[in-house]
């Protein structure tokens, strides 16, 4: 639900992560909330690190633990945070898994993180740290990245909101029924522009010219399915609403669309499937490629996060 009052801030107390603090300080902000910076570390970690004397820490000779909570105490001293309620959070586990579990013990409504660049083998093999947080979070997940537009903007020291356009993807599916009820909630509270777009996988051009007796007329009728669905989308969200519908790659079109209006942020539901080669959840290719090319911060929403009727927008059963 928006506005998002406890915003959780994963760190490893590197400059690039550090991209998403003016994310988590703002949405703070905005939500009147509080702010949980975290770090999580694969060593043993006592449980009071950062209550512990410095000079404690010295006399044992931990070194280590004593640079984690000098880093932590630096980092709290940044002007973002100043007049935010902030809880610095040091604790010893696996980071994606470890994220997941504050983000349920605190009770936190967004998590802010940014993404990394990887190589052809590495994304064959494996996600991305931000990518497994996202398939592993019970709430929203903002994906930044260092060089993108951004929607924060700098009032004096404090970092403030300043949404002018949202693009909510959408396929109709139970996935993306939370996004699209968060991304009309922002929306609506900022005065934002949400362009709604739904993307017609290039396969049904595929199928229409393998069997054109068959696949053309359905391609015909889901083109005019979703022309009514989107029309009414766009009807239900407000005059600060539009609809889009295109053909092809849905990342690429999604994409595409964000960066001809200027988007401030793209909002799109996630639904997690184990991967092929076992272990964590893994998030779908379509999603990953859109954080990675998108021109603007993402707003992943998990499908469990609905949790009230859904707004007026949605009457029709999701199929």
Do not use: W
């Not at 007796?213 to 669905?229: C, D, H, K, P």
């Not at 992943?300 to 007026?312: D, E, N, Q, Y």
Request: aromatic residues 6%.
């Amino acid at each position: 639900m928006f506005p998002f009052r406890n915003i959780l801030f994963p760190t490893d107390f590197s400059t690039h992560s550090r991209c998403a603090l003016k994310y988590a300080a703002a949405f703070a902000r905005n939500g009147n909330g509080r702010l949980v910076i975290l770090n999580a570390q694969d060593t043993a970690l006592p449980p009071n690190l950062l209550t512990i004397a410095d000079h404690e820490l010295s006399k044992h000779d931990n070194q280590s633990l004593l640079q984690i909570k000098l880093r932590a105490r630096e980092l709290l001293k940044d002007a973002l945070l100043d007049g935010l309620d902030v809880e610095p959070v040091v604790v010893e586990g696996e980071p994606a898994a470890t994220i997941a579990q504050t983000a349920v013990d605190y009770g936190i409504d967004l998590i802010t993180v940014v993404t990394r660049g990887r190589k052809r083998f590495s994304r064959a093999f494996g996600g991305s740290m931000a990518e497994d947080i996202i398939a592993e979070a019970p709430c929203p997940v903002l994906a930044t990245k260092s060089l993108e537009r951004d929607f924060v903007a700098p009032s004096g020291a404090e970092p403030q909101l300043n949404l002018k356009r949202i693009v909510l993807a959408t396929n109709f599916r139970p996935s993306s029924a939370a996004a699209t009820q968060i991304a009309t909630q922002i929306s609506n509270r900022m005065g934002a522009e949400l362009h709604a777009v739904y993307v017609i996988g290039d396969y049904f051009e595929q199928i229409s010219a393998m069997f054109p007796e068959g696949g053309l007329a359905a391609l015909t009728r889901l083109r005019s399915y979703v022309g009514e669905r989107m029309s009414h989308l766009a009807d239900g969200a407000g005059r600060r609403a539009a609809s889009h519908i295109a053909e092809g790659r849905p990342y690429e079109e999604v994409v595409k669309l964000a960066t001809r209006i200027e988007a401030d942020l793209i909002v799109i539901g996630t639904a997690a499937h184990n991967s092929l080669f076992g272990g964590s959840a893994v998030l779908g290719s379509e999603v990953e490629r859109v954080i990675r090319n998108a021109p603007c911060p993402v707003l992943c929403v998990p499908a469990a996060k609905v949790v009230t009727p859904l707004p007026s927008l949605v009457t029709q059963p999701v199929t």
